[in-house]
């Protein structure tokens, strides 16, 4: 991955968190199927205290307060204060929700431990998965239960690895790191099961969650490709292009989602994501 691909939790607190803050409306469209699978999922009972990770704008925190009710509690956290001041003006007004800026990994976080633990793709970016996962069990009960979402293998994710293939025909784009923190870091499901394994999680769960994506919520081919451009991790080397190379970068991205439009006209791009379960041991 380029440098800007290679997203560790000190990312977020700087321009990786400007920019989603900048497009948060276009990725909460975009991650909205895989957020509603997640929490189905989990389907949170009523009265139960639950923990957010990385929960940036605070959907599946909002959402997991509804299903916990008034004699719930949830905590979303996450490293950026810039997600996080957002994530609190959009929960103005729900009691039973809470923001704690920390690096879950590492920081103590008020109310633990909690009886469950959800994100959507907010594990991904950890530089030694096995101690931040076991950090992340002892922030449970014995016993209690996680819930994950986090990318499938890249081949199967072409709303975004389709677009980077597309720009590395004019760009020098580093092969990928499988084992750098970013968003496809637990793509592999043996590796992810021996992870939460070691890290003392038992009764693990992983099962694929198949569906469509519209980049940035985008209705046309055009919008996807200024999305990618701007948006996703590749869009440093992109922006730091001269202007004929971008111009053609974005020329063939719009050539490449105009292959994944429906009969209605809309955008549907192939995604594979990971829905993870798993409980802490007593």
């Given at each position: 991955?380029?440098?800007?691909?290679?997203?560790?939790?000190?990312?977020?607190?700087?321009?990786?968190?400007?920019?989603w803050?900048?497009?948060?409306?276009?990725?909460?469209?975009?991650?909205?199927?895989?957020?509603?699978?997640?929490?189905?999922?989990?389907?949170?009972?009523?009265?139960?205290?639950?923990?957010?990770?990385?929960?940036?704008?605070?959907?599946t925190?909002?959402?997991?307060?509804?299903?916990?009710g008034?004699?719930?509690?949830?905590?979303?956290?996450?490293?950026?204060?810039?997600?996080?001041?957002?994530?609190a003006?959009?929960?103005?007004?729900?009691?039973?929700?809470t923001?704690?800026?920390?690096?879950?990994?590492?920081?103590?976080?008020?109310?633990?431990?909690?009886?469950?633990?959800?994100?959507r793709?907010?594990?991904?970016?950890?530089?030694?998965?096995v101690?931040a996962?076991?950090?992340?069990?002892?922030?449970?009960?014995?016993?209690?239960?996680?819930?994950?979402?986090?990318?499938?293998?890249?081949?199967?994710?072409?709303?975004?690895?389709?677009?980077?293939?597309?720009a590395?025909r004019?760009?020098?784009?580093?092969?990928?790191?499988?084992?750098?923190?970013?968003?496809?870091?637990?793509?592999?499901?043996?590796?992810?099961?021996?992870?939460?394994?070691?890290?003392?999680?038992?009764?693990?769960?992983?099962?694929?969650?198949?569906?469509?994506?519209?980049?940035?919520?985008?209705?046309?081919?055009?919008?996807?490709?200024?999305?990618?451009?701007s948006?996703?991790?590749?869009?440093?080397?992109?922006?730091a292009?001269?202007?004929?190379?971008?111009?053609?970068?974005?020329?063939?991205l719009?050539?490449?989602?105009?292959?994944?439009r429906?009969?209605d006209?809309?955008?549907a791009?192939?995604?594979?994501?990971?829905?993870?379960?798993?409980?802490?041991?007593?």
């Amino acid at each position: 991955m380029t440098k800007g691909e290679q997203v560790g939790p000190q990312d977020w607190q700087g321009e990786r968190g400007v920019r989603w803050l900048r497009d948060m409306a276009g990725f909460e469209a975009m991650l909205q199927p895989l957020g509603d699978a997640l929490m189905a999922r989990a389907a949170l009972a009523a009265g139960e205290r639950v923990i957010d990770i990385g929960c940036g704008g605070g959907w599946t925190s909002r959402t997991a307060a509804i299903q916990v009710g008034a004699r719930g509690a949830v905590c979303g956290v996450d490293i950026s204060a810039l997600l996080l001041g957002e994530a609190a003006r959009r929960a103005a007004g729900i009691p039973n929700l809470t923001f704690v800026r920390a690096d879950a990994a590492v920081d103590a976080i008020p109310g633990a431990p909690f009886d469950r633990m959800i994100s959507r793709l907010g594990v991904m970016f950890f530089v030694d998965p096995v101690a931040a996962f076991s950090r992340l069990r002892r922030l449970l009960v014995p016993g209690g239960w996680v819930d994950w979402a986090v990318w499938g293998p890249k081949e199967d994710n072409p709303w975004m690895f389709g677009a980077r293939e597309v720009a590395g025909r004019h760009l020098e784009l580093p092969a990928p790191d499988p084992g750098a923190p970013g968003p496809f870091t637990l793509a592999d499901r043996d590796r992810l099961a021996d992870l939460l394994a070691a890290a003392g999680f038992v009764d693990i769960e992983i099962v694929e969650h198949r569906h469509h994506v519209a980049v940035g919520g985008a209705a046309d081919p055009a919008a996807a490709a200024d999305f990618a451009a701007s948006a996703f991790f590749f869009a440093d080397a992109i922006e730091a292009a001269d202007a004929a190379t971008r111009a053609a970068i974005h020329e063939d991205l719009i050539s490449f989602y105009r292959d994944f439009r429906t009969a209605d006209g809309r955008l549907a791009v192939p995604a594979r994501a990971w829905l993870v379960r798993a409980a802490a041991s007593r």
